[in-house]
């Protein structure tokens, strides 16, 4: 029977300096590390003034992860601005087009469809209303 050699000390410690430096790689991609967002309000929360978005407009409110649009008759969406692709925040509005800093994925801000891959699902809708002049967004809302 033949011996294996045992690991040194060295070896040892370079595998536990590198674990840590090739797990970052995946961090920054994944949900919950690197540049991605906050999770949407899971209960209602106030945005802003209702005057803030114009019909035909849209509003994004990146403190809340929520964009808010009106259409020409006056109704209001909201939708999470979570990129359904790699759960990135998605920090620009351009007119109603919202552009994820990630991979490049737009949705439309008026119906939270998809205008560029590689997202494929819509952004997610969310309850919205005003309320004595406030946009109130959020589950409950």
């Known amino acids: 029977m033949s011996a294996r050699p ?4 060295r070896t040892v410690l370079r595998g536990a300096a590198v674990a840590p430096v090739a797990g970052l790689g995946a961090a920054a991609c994944s949900p919950t590390g690197g540049t991605t967002a ?3 309000p899971t209960a209602p929360v106030e945005l802003g003034s ?3 978005v114009p019909k035909g407009g849209a509003r994004l409110y990146r403190d809340h ?3 808010v649009s009106r259409s020409d008759d006056g109704t209001l969406k909201a ?8 759960g ?9 087009t ?3 800093p990630c991979h ?5 801000a008026m119906t939270g469809r998809v205008l560029r891959d590689p997202a494929t699902e819509p952004l997610h809708e969310l309850p919205v209303k005003a309320e004595r002049g406030t946009i109130v967004a959020g589950p409950g809302a």
């Open 98 to 100: 919202l552009i994820c």
């Open 88 to 96: 990135c925040a998605i920090n620009k509005l351009d007119g109603t």
């Open 38 to 40: 906050r999770a949407t």
């Open 65 to 67: 992860d929520v964009v």
């Open 104 to 108: 490049g994925s737009e949705f439309d």
């Open 6 to 9: 045992s690991a040194t000390r």
């Open 50 to 52: 209702e005057s803030e």
């Open 79 to 86: 939708y999470s601005s979570i990129c359904t692709h790699a």
